[in-house]
């Protein structure tokens, strides 16, 4: 099954001020020692399982010349412009239906990840990613990634999960939470069935249009229209 990857870019540039700016947020500085950026690492890291032609990456019109001047083998279609900032679910469903219009008549395997994560061990990340995504491709299931916490981080959101219920490597997704407080995450830590919500997922194009569908019929819809314009006037 053919993989594609959906890199969220549209970042304003908040977190890192005064480095990070809105005319350079913080996905297009380099922060390693290696000069390259954080989406640059992004898109490096997971070149061994998708090809940079079949990257998407969801930003807004100010930075679409930066997108294609960090990554230069990306396909100027494939850079995706908001016009207007609309959360996390809106930006997933804009770039599957980008997608979907690539691939109008076979299913692909589609990979959400943040453009700016720093990750230390990109083999076991490569692994994982490989793991997650024979699981989403086996049946209609929904995969994230969690990340074992450390410490009690009152920053992060939260995946509860079913250590009854393995499946491989895989656990069933109990519930989300959001951000604790300190009392709670100190529960989470000892609790040993909580994992850092990474914000990474992984599905089939058909799958998560089917929830769209199911869950958020009026955005599926108007989904659908986008989809049947693009490349029109």
């Given amino acids: 099954m053919i993989k594609t990857a ?21 996905q297009f500085l380099s922060l390693t020692d290696d000069d390259k950026t954080m989406i640059q690492l992004t898109v490096e890291r997971i070149s061994p399982i998708v090809d940079v032609e079949n990257v998407y990456v969801v930003t807004n019109k100010d930075y679409k010349h930066l997108v294609k001047e960090q990554i230069p083998g990306i396909p100027m279609e494939n850079i995706i412009c908001e016009p207007i900032g609309r959360n996390t679910s809106p930006c997933i469903g804009l770039g599957a239906a980008h997608i979907k219009h690539k691939y109008p008549d076979e299913d692909v395997t589609m990979i959400v990840l943040p453009s700016d994560h720093l990750v230390k061990y990109n083999d076991v990340f490569v692994d994982t990613l490989s793991s997650a995504c024979e699981i989403a491709e086996k049946g209609s299931n929904l995969v994230t990634i969690g990340i074992t916490p450390n410490y009690p981080e009152t920053g992060y959101g939260y995946i509860k999960y079913n250590e009854e219920k393995p499946e491989g490597k895989s656990f069933t997704v109990d519930s989300f939470v959001e951000k604790p407080d300190l009392d709670t995450a100190k529960k989470y830590l000892e609790s040993g ?17 089917e929830c769209y569908e199911k869950f958020l019929p009026e955005m599926y819809s108007s989904l659908n229209e986008i989809e049947k314009s693009i490349g029109t006037a």
Avoid: C, D, H, V
Wanted: hydrophobic share 40%.
């Fill in 6 to 26: 959906l890199i969220m870019a549209g970042g304003k540039g908040e977190r890192f001020w005064p480095r990070s700016r809105q005319s350079l947020p913080k």
């Fill in 193 to 209: 069935n909580y994992l850092w919500n990474s914000g990474m997922f992984i599905w089939k194009l058909s799958t998560i249009n």
